[in-house]
C-alpha cells in the first residue's frame, strides 16, 4: 500500500463562493425570490440555493509542515542514513502515485512532510510524507494551457536517484 494520501471523502457542497454558471446564479436567485415572495406556495416546492457540486473533503494531518521546510533544512541538517533512506522511498511512493493519478500540480506545498527525529527508533516511526490536494488528478482531458513541469519536485535531489528494490518489489508485485 501507498499510505501517503490521508483519508478522502467525495462530497457534495454548494457555496456562492464557487465557480458557477451565469444561469445557476440567475436561477438561484429567482428562485430565492419566489420562495421569500410566496413561502406558503412556492415554499414548500421548490428548492432555493445554489446546485452542490462534488469535490473532495480531506482530512487535516496534523504536525505536517509543508516539504518546502523540510527539504530546505535536510539539505543543512541531513537525516541519519536509515531515516534518509525510508525519506528516499516515501518520495518514491509520491512519484509513483503522481504518475499513476496524472496529478499535474505537485508543488513542493502540495505534499507535507512530519518529521521527529526524537520521537521513535525506527525510521518509519519518525517521517512521513502526506500527498495533500490532489485535485488536478484524474483530468478528463488534457489542460488548456501546457504546463512544462507540473512535477515540481522533478528538480530535487530525490528524483535524481533510481528506485529503490523496495520501491520496485511493492509496485511490482
Known amino acids: 500500500e501507498m499510505n501517503i494520501v490521508p483519508n478522502t471523502k467525495l462530497i457534495a457542497l454548494?457555496?456562492?463562493t464557487f465557480?458557477?454558471?451565469t444561469i445557476d446564479k440567475a436561477k438561484a436567485k429567482s428562485v430565492k425570490?419566489?420562495?421569500?415572495?410566496?413561502?406558503?406556495?412556492?415554499?414548500?416546492?421548490?428548492?432555493?440555493?445554489?446546485?452542490p457540486k462534488i469535490g473532495s473533503f480531506q482530512v487535516f494531518v496534523?504536525?505536517?509542515?509543508?516539504?518546502?521546510?523540510?527539504?530546505?533544512?535536510?539539505?543543512?541538517?541531513?537525516?541519519?542514513e536509515p531515516?534518509?533512506?525510508?525519506?528516499q522511498h516515501l518520495?518514491?511512493?509520491?512519484?509513483?502515485?503522481d504518475y499513476i493519478i496524472r496529478n499535474t500540480d505537485r508543488g513542493n506545498d502540495n505534499w507535507l512532510i512530519k518529521y521527529d527525529k526524537y520521537k521513535a527508533d525506527t525510521p518509519e516511526e519518525c517521517i512521513y510524507v502526506a500527498a495533500i490536494d490532489n485535485g488536478l488528478a484524474f483530468?478528463?482531458?488534457?489542460?488548456?494551457?501546457?504546463?512544462?513541469?507540473?512535477?515540481?519536485?522533478?528538480?530535487?535531489?530525490?528524483a535524481s536517484q533510481p528506485f529503490s528494490e523496495k520501491t520496485?518489489?511493492?509496485l511490482l508485485h
Not at 425570490?33 to 446546485?51: N, Q, S, V, Y
Open 62 to 80: 496534523n504536525g505536517y509542515k509543508d516539504a518546502d521546510h523540510w527539504v530546505r533544512r535536510f539539505q543543512d541538517e541531513p537525516p541519519p
Open 91 to 97: 518520495f518514491e511512493k509520491l512519484v509513483c502515485l
Open 14 to 16: 454548494a457555496s456562492e
Open 168 to 170: 520496485k518489489e511493492l
Open 139 to 158: 483530468p478528463f482531458k488534457h489542460p488548456d494551457e501546457w504546463r512544462a513541469y507540473p512535477y515540481y519536485w522533478a528538480w530535487l535531489p530525490y
Open 83 to 87: 531515516v534518509r533512506e525510508h525519506f
Open 33 to 51: 425570490f419566489a420562495t421569500e415572495r410566496f413561502p406558503d406556495t412556492l415554499g414548500k416546492k421548490m428548492k432555493a440555493g445554489l446546485p
Open 19 to 21: 465557480n458557477y454558471t
